[in-house]
């Protein structure tokens, strides 16, 4: 990964970023279509084909995911205000997306704001976030805890189980936000139009629709998105600190990746590899996003990230406060023997 430029920078960035902010109400329309249309013809294939085999099915279903994932960004820049110029309109949208992502909007928007204004943060820690204990505070834990959180970190459960367990039960009641009515009305509202989108699909479909269209699109989709935002946070040379250091804009820019994909991938992914960028400045659509990284070549090559590179990432466990680097459970080992 490309050594970072000095962090003091950071907020000379927001003002450089501020002329990328304004969307286009023909361009969000655009980008909107590209990726419901594509969708739902995908599904209604999908379920035509599964009178001619269910394999064909399952794999129409699966390419079908890659658009989900694009109509979850888009879901995402809707809850940052910056797909459409009007605010009626962002939440709207991202409503009626959350019912096929289920992802009540009002409950995400809310976690994935306290994700951004604590990115980095040691000391607020827990929401909206892949939780990372520090090597301290692992070694601290009793036996039990720490095979527990051995567990969560293992790719097996991160990319395998929590995927679905994130999307399917915890989005159903999100325990966290429901102190206040309008959190609960937005989960319980997203799943009652849930349980109408599965109750029509059994109807025409019946119980193969199910599960070989809607639940295989729906776990496909979820694994690349928790992988997403996975790498963009957990990588070697992030940047995390105590209340006392820790800078909203230092963090934003030094602690989030450039998680460089191929053509095909980025577009699917709807440029959210671009992520310091993202973090530094949430306010600019995700289809300018390239146009940044293209003209500011500074940014083009901060913690850069290939796919190949982003591998590793998954071997990565706890933050060690003293070489300032996200290490695995083994390098945190040497250390202590260290």
């Given at each position: 990964m490309t050594s970072p430029t000095p962090p003091e920078t950071a907020r000379n960035w927001v003002r450089i970023l501020a002329k990328y902010r304004q969307p286009s109400l023909k361009r969000s329309s655009f980008e909107l279509a590209v990726s419901f249309i594509p969708f739902a013809a995908l599904a209604v294939l999908a379920w035509l084909a599964l009178s001619?085999?269910?394999?064909?099915?399952?794999?129409?279903?699966?390419?079908?995911?890659?658009?989900?994932v694009r109509m979850f960004i888009i879901q995402h820049d809707c809850g940052h205000g910056s797909f459409f110029g009007n605010r009626h309109a962002n939440n709207w949208v991202g409503r009626i997306i959350g019912v096929f992502t289920l992802t009540p909007y009002k409950v995400w928007r809310r976690s994935h704001s306290?994700?951004?204004?604590?990115?980095?943060?040691?000391?607020?820690?827990?929401?909206g976030d892949v939780y990372t204990l520090t090597v301290a505070e692992f070694e601290a834990l009793p036996p039990l805890k720490r095979i527990g959180y051995r567990i969560y970190r293992h790719p097996l459960f991160m990319f395998g189980l929590a995927p679905?367990?994130?999307?399917?039960?915890?989005?159903?009641?999100?325990?966290?936000?429901?102190?206040?009515?309008?959190y609960w009305l937005s989960a319980m509202g997203t799943n009652a139009m849930i349980a109408l989108m599965i109750a029509l699909m059994l109807w025409f479909g019946g119980l193969p629709a199910l599960l070989l269209i809607f639940v295989p699109t729906l776990l496909l989709a979820a694994t690349l998105?928790?992988?997403?935002?996975?790498?963009?946070?957990?990588?070697?040379?992030?940047?995390?600190?105590?209340?006392?250091e820790w800078d909203m804009h230092d963090a934003a820019l030094m602690g989030s990746s450039h998680y460089v994909l191929p053509a095909v991938l980025r577009w699917f992914s709807g440029n959210i590899g671009v992520h310091h960028v993202h973090h530094l400045y949430s306010r600019i659509p995700f289809y300018r996003l390239m146009e940044v990284v293209r003209e500011h070549s500074a940014l083009a090559e901060l913690n850069r990230m290939t796919l190949r590179q982003s591998l590793k990432t998954a071997r990565m466990h706890l933050w060690d406060e003293g070489s300032r680097k996200l290490?695995?459970?083994?390098?945190?080992?040497h250390l202590r023997a260290a």
């Open positions: 001619v085999s269910y394999w064909l099915a399952l794999a129409l279903s699966l390419v079908n995911s890659l658009f989900l306290i994700h951004h204004s604590a990115s980095g943060n040691l000391d607020k820690r827990g929401i679905a367990l994130l999307f399917m039960v915890q989005n159903r009641v999100p325990l966290s936000m429901l102190r206040s009515w309008e998105g928790v992988w997403l935002f996975y790498v963009q946070h957990q990588f070697e040379n992030a940047q995390w600190d105590r209340s006392d290490v695995s459970f083994r390098q945190a080992r």
